[in-house]
């Protein structure tokens, strides 16, 4: 049966090593708290496990299953490259799991309303879908200039039933509508749960999120071995915040013979102050969104602009618990840039037949860049965390095609 526990870490404050914590004002930590308690509990009870697990099986459709790209490992002549397809989720990606287990916790807690951000309108899309299953009210606020970019995504909310607040301040994209849908949360916290979109933010998010993540890596875990008697050599995913990643790594972190590979976005390079969003690679410690993490800034507490062709990648900040695990070694991060990423994108879409996310992209051009250099029976499986229709007209005026 599907448990959401399972990494030893964080500690009972929310701390991966040096990482993580509750850098939030004292009401604000009391909210935090509740969230903590309430979580805690629902962890230990079979019927909301049950729910989320019936959830995951009849409304996701997992287990997702694994694809061998074997004429794309062919063409590369080296390593076998193995895709976890969340592509094929409902609503084509990973993130309708942690946003499954977010709506169910409001509900559990008898929260009257979930709040959210978006950037590009996946987060706000996989948050109304899971509010209008569970039926409580959503509302997302969402930068004005993103509204006019993302109008497909913004149309599904609407259609989802959630309320849209666009925002108009500053320049009216992610960081402002942050700013707007945190406002609203400290309105009323004790009614509100703000429901965050990857394993970032004060604890427990880093943690829970990671926790509604980890049935990606678990599914494969185990269909690997299933499939070839053995576990893959290496598992790669892409790093924005870090929760694709993280799902996929939690289930390997004790397998020593399996290399963990973290795929960041080098966007136009690495030396291009605020052309790139490496932030575990560039970047260094301290902190942003109430947590201490790597960071990529200006200045102490000044946020660095950040750039990546996948709206999904471009955060300042990462992950607590990748923060860690690249400091123990424990995984290798790597850089991907905006054109090793379309080239993987164009490739995996002629050769696989299969248009990837440009987030997910970045894991299969790292894939791409390995594999050759691999012998034929070394396995590589990556985390393919979505499909690209939303990213297809982009790439096409891109392109040309
Ligand atoms: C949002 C998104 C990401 C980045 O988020 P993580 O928390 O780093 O996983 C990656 N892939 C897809 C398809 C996304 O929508």
Redesign the pocket.
């Known amino acids: 049966m599907t448990t959401t526990t399972f990494a030893p870490m964080p500690d009972a404050n929310g701390f991966f090593g040096p990482y993580g914590g509750q850098l939030v004002p004292p009401h604000l930590k009391q909210a935090m708290d509740d969230i903590a308690a309430a979580y805690a509990e629902v962890t230990k009870r079979q019927d909301f496990q049950d729910e989320l697990a019936q959830l995951f099986a009849d409304y996701v459709g997992r287990p997702s299953p694994i694809f061998h790209a074997r004429r794309l490992s062919d063409q590369l002549g080296g390593a076998q490259i193995h895709l976890k397809r969340e592509d094929l989720n409902h609503t084509g990606?990973?993130?309708i799991n942690h946003c499954l287990g977010e709506a169910l916790l409001a509900k559990f807690m008898g929260k009257k309303k979930v709040i959210a951000e978006t950037g590009a309108g996946?987060?706000g899309v996989a948050l109304a879908t899971a509010c209008a299953l569970v039926g409580i009210p959503c509302e997302i606020h969402m930068g004005q200039v993103d509204i006019e970019k993302e109008h497909p995504n913004v149309t599904k909310i609407r259609i989802l039933g959630a309320t849209l607040v666009p925002v108009t301040r500053g320049a009216a994209t992610l960081k402002e509508a942050v700013d707007n849908a945190f406002e609203e949360y400290l309105t009323n916290p004790t009614d509100y749960l703000y429901a965050i979109g990857?394993?970032v933010g004060p604890h427990p998010f880093p943690m829970m999120v990671r926790d509604f993540q980890s049935i990606v890596g678990r599914e494969a875990r185990e269909q690997f071995q299933a499939k070839h008697g053995k576990l893959p050599d290496y598992a790669a995913a892409?790093?924005?915040?870090?929760?694709?990643?993280i799902g996929l790594f939690t289930a390997f972190l004790q397998d020593a013979g399996v290399k963990l590979v973290g795929v960041e976005p080098s966007g136009e390079g690495v030396d291009k102050p605020g052309r790139h969003a490496a932030t575990l690679s560039v970047g260094k410690p301290g902190e942003i969104h109430g947590m201490k993490c790597y960071v990529l800034e200006d200045a102490p507490g000044v946020p660095a602009a950040v750039h990546s062709i996948a709206s999904?990648?471009d955060y300042p900040g990462v992950g607590p618990q990748h923060s860690y695990l690249k400091d123990i070694g424990r995984v290798q991060y790597e850089g991907v840039t905006d054109q090793e990423c379309l080239d993987a994108f164009m490739r995996l879409s002629r050769v696989e037949g299969i248009i990837p996310?440009l987030?997910?992209a970045h894991a299969v051009a790292w894939a791409m860049r390995v594999a050759p250099t691999l012998p034929k029976d070394c396995n590589i499986l990556v985390n393919l965390?979505?499909r690209g229709d939303k990213d297809a007209d982009y790439v096409a005026k891109l392109l040309g095609i």
């Open positions: 990606a990973h993130k996946q987060h990857s394993v892409c790093v924005g915040g870090g929760s694709n990643a999904g990648l996310a987030e997910s965390s979505g």
